[in-house]
């Protein structure tokens, strides 16, 4: 047993005094740099914000009744006393989307008017803006 602890405790006090130099630890990042970040592929995706606004001016425009952004509904908020119903974000690929939007008119006819608006995302978009406000859209792109 005082054979088996003497090695033991030999072992441990050269494994102590002399630790493993870096050449021999593989790694696939470099062990002198803490701020290494392994490479990722790119994220080409663009973000979106969408901002959907009713025109508190007009009077016979009830309000925006639901919006599609590429087939998908946007669940609208009531107003509120800016006018505001709803800011989204999203993050897609650079490409050509459909926007529709339908609106309700209190007076004139058809009492409901559906709109369409095809907006395209360049590739070097890092933010497409999209505001709509009753029968108008307007896009802006930030590089």
Same mark, same amino acid.
């Given at each position: 047993?005082?054979?088996?602890?003497?090695?033991? @405790?030999?072992?441990?006090? *050269?494994?102590?005094?002399?630790? *493993?130099?870096?050449?021999?630890?593989?790694?696939?990042?470099?062990? $002198?740099?803490? #701020? #290494?970040?392994?490479? +990722?592929? =790119? &994220?080409?995706?663009?973000?979106?914000?969408?901002?959907?606004? $009713?025109?508190?001016? &007009?009077?016979?425009? $009830?309000?925006?009744?639901? =919006?599609?952004?590429?087939?998908?509904?946007?669940?609208?908020?009531?107003?509120?006393?800016?006018?505001?119903?709803?800011?989204?974000?999203? +993050?897609?690929?650079?490409? !050509?989307?459909?926007?529709?939007?339908? %609106? +309700? @008119?209190? !007076?004139?006819?058809?009492?409901?008017? !559906?709109?369409?608006?095809?907006?395209?995302?360049?590739?070097?978009?890092?933010?497409?803006?999209?505001? *709509?406000?009753?029968?108008? %859209?307007?896009? &802006? !792109? %930030?590089?």
């Amino acid at each position: 047993m005082k054979i088996k602890l003497l090695a033991l @405790s030999l072992f441990l006090s *050269i494994f102590y005094f002399h630790p *493993i130099p870096n050449g021999m630890i593989t790694t696939d990042y470099p062990l $002198d740099n803490p #701020y #290494y970040v392994p490479d +990722r592929p =790119v &994220d080409t995706r663009a973000r979106v914000e969408i901002v959907i606004q $009713d025109d508190l001016n &007009d009077e016979n425009v $009830d309000s925006i009744q639901e =919006v599609y952004f590429n087939n998908e509904k946007l669940n609208l908020r009531k107003t509120d006393f800016l006018g505001n119903r709803g800011r989204f974000y999203l +993050r897609i690929s650079p490409g !050509t989307y459909e926007v529709k939007w339908t %609106i +309700r @008119s209190k !007076t004139d006819w058809p009492t409901v008017e !559906t709109y369409r608006e095809n907006v395209t995302v360049p590739r070097n978009a890092k933010l497409f803006y999209i505001q *709509i406000n009753q029968a108008s %859209i307007q896009t &802006d !792109t %930030i590089q």
